[in-house]
Nanobody, 117 residues
């Protein structure tokens, strides 16, 4: 069983929005920073956004002002709200808990985001 499960991807037109969810147990979410990552075909996985335990957030320059990461403690989720989507945002999106220079958990299947007209 994968500790973190991604959902919410889909096909959207440029300029559109999607809301991704990363579901995990309360113990995992309350004791870890959580990050969203993406991997486009032929490219390495890259960091998109992260939220620390205290709520501080970080964003890749490419998504600043368009994406928002937040915690939904009532639903045991970390949400990535993606607005003003661009074709270059097309990728499989994953969540995980960064720790030092690695990650605490196995990667899940991710959720596909396709931005195309």
């Amino acid at each position: 069983q994968v500790p973190l499960v991604e959902s919410g991807g889909g096909l959207v037109q440029p300029g559109g929005s999607l809301r991704l969810s990363c579901a995990a147990s309360r113990s995992i979410l309350s004791s870890n920073a959580i990050g969203w990552y993406r991997q486009a075909p032929g490219k390495q996985r890259e960091s998109v956004a992260a939220i620390l335990i205290g709520g501080t957030t970080y964003y890749a320059d490419s998504v600043k002002g368009r994406f928002t990461i937040s915690r939904d403690n009532a639903k045991n989720m970390v949400v990535l709200q993606m607005n003003s989507l661009k074709p270059e945002d097309t990728a499989v999106y994953y969540c995980n808990a960064p720790y030092l220079k690695t990650f605490r958990y196995d990667w899940g299947q991710g959720t596909q985001v396709t931005v195309s007209s």
